[in-house]
Every structure is written in C-alpha cells, then in structure tokens.
C-alpha cells in the first residue's frame, strides 16, 4: 500500500498571518494604478471598436439603399420586351437561335 503523504505546510501564527495580510494588501493597494490605467484603455479600445462597427453598419446601409435606388432606376431606351442583343460571332448566335425552341432529349448510357 502507498503510504498516506503527510502535510507539510506549517501552520502559521497569529503575527505571521496578519504579516501575510499586510503584504498582500499592499502588493495590491500598488497594482490599482496600473488597473485603472489598464481600464482606461479597455474602454477606450471597446470606443473606437464600436464607432469602427456603427461606421461599417452605416456604410453598408447606405450602399443597399444607393442599390435598391439603383434597380428602380430603368434608362428609357431599355423596354422589357427587347432582347438583349447576343454575344458572339454571328455563326454561334444563328446556332443558339436555330435551337433555342427545339426540346432537349436525353437519355441514360446503358452498357
């Protein structure tokens, strides 16, 4: 069987305890500077992270209201019955044509 580990700490007295007290006290009493100035820079960082993301949100509001301005927006010489005009050379475009009405058949390879 293991043998049980017997505690080694010490204990304390009254007087060490309360040494113990004050110097903690006092290591933290002299980090509360560099905490508040730690703070402050916290803060300010979260600021400007917020004006970044409210400037961002503005912008990308404006630009889907300048796009949905844009689609309402329909040049006159445009009708919505003309065609767009085809790409190509005029070989593709007489091939596109001649089978743009013709129904597609396919059927599965069988082997």
Do not use: C
Not at 61 to 68: H, P, R, T
């Amino acid at each position: 069987m293991a043998k049980e580990k017997k505690d080694e700490r010490v204990p304390l007295t009254k007087e060490e305890v309360e040494k113990k007290k004050a110097e903690m006290t006092e290591w933290h009493t002299r980090q509360i500077p560099f905490l508040e100035t730690q703070l402050k820079y916290e803060d300010l960082l979260t600021k400007v992270q917020q004006s970044v993301t409210d400037r961002l949100e503005a912008e990308y509001k404006w630009l889907q209201i300048k796009a949905a301005l844009m689609e309402k927006q329909v040049p006159q010489e445009i009708n919505e019955n003309d065609q767009p005009t085809p790409k190509g050379t005029p070989e593709m475009v007489q091939r596109k044509e001649s089978t743009q009405n013709q129904p597609i058949h396919r059927t599965l390879k069988t082997e």
